[in-house]
């Protein structure tokens, strides 16, 4: 089975740093939309979030159990099902095992759904997003949402390059999204030697990768 994983905040919903209400939900434009094919085409929808803001004390459990609630009602009026929501509630210090970028979450779940993640893609919109998904070899996709503007920034940093689309599809190699990135006009991001993340506007935009699948 395959699962499309997505970050929670600046992806499926509009990023406010700590937001700590369910009254601070916004879908963001195209999401639904986007969710209901990608959910046709067989994906398992699963949320993977980092809520520091537990241990930190800035909210409680409860609360987020409340915000996970108000997200799944949204999206579930519309026919868009969540799976699970995975999440760590920990900070830094807390040395967990399970907070992204640690692939933790994402393998556990995966053994026990018997998600194959090479054929998975993980929509996020932080370095922390795509390091999970590269860290537990599920496919990374960026978008410019949330922290998105901002990551593409440090992921250029990172590997001291933005690949054009032209030079982009020369080196793109491997395998079949990357086959597929080849032959599109779709931006993508060198991370390092061996990894281009393709990066979308927004997550109605990642559809055109459901035609790779
Ligand atoms: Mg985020
Ligand atoms: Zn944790």
């Known amino acids: 089975m395959k699962a499309l994983f997505l970050d929670r905040d600046g992806v499926v919903i509009e990023y406010i740093p700590?937001?700590?209400?369910?009254?601070?939900?916004?879908?963001?434009?195209?999401?639904?939309?986007?969710?209901?094919?990608?959910?046709?085409?067989?994906?398992r929808l699963v949320i993977v979030t980092n809520q520091s803001g537990i241990s930190r004390g800035y909210f409680t459990y409860d609360d987020v159990m409340a915000i996970h609630q108000r997200i799944l009602e949204e999206y579930g009026q519309f026919g868009v099902q969540f799976a699970d929501i995975l999440m760590c509630p920990h900070q830094p210090a807390d040395n967990?095992?399970?907070?992204?970028?640690?692939?933790y979450l994402l393998e556990t779940y995966s053994q026990h759904h018997h998600i194959d993640l090479a054929r998975s893609y993980f929509i996020g919109d932080a370095p922390s997003d795509i390091e999970c998904a590269i860290n537990a070899q599920c496919q990374p996709v960026l978008v410019l949402t949330g922290r998105g503007k901002e990551t593409k920034q440090h992921l250029s940093i990172v590997s001291q390059e933005i690949i054009?689309?032209?030079?982009?599809?020369?080196?793109?190699?491997?395998?079949?999204?990357?086959?597929?990135?080849?032959?599109?006009?779709?931006?993508?991001?060198?991370?390092?030697?061996?990894?281009?993340?393709?990066?979308?506007?927004?997550?109605l935009e990642t559809v055109k990768l459901i035609r790779v699948c």
């Not at 491997?174 to 061996?194: C, M, T």
Request: one cysteine or more; charged letters at 25%; hydrophobic letters at 30%.
């Open 18 to 43: 700590y937001l700590s209400k369910p009254e601070q939900v916004k879908i963001p434009d195209g999401a639904i939309e986007a969710l209901k094919l990608w959910q046709d085409q067989g994906y």
């Open 96 to 103: 967990c095992h399970c907070r992204k970028p640690s692939p």
């Open 164 to 203: 054009d689309n032209d030079e982009g599809g020369q080196k793109a190699k491997g395998n079949r999204q990357q086959e597929f990135l080849k032959q599109s006009n779709y931006a993508f991001v060198k991370y390092n030697d061996a990894i281009s993340i393709p990066i979308f506007d927004c997550l």
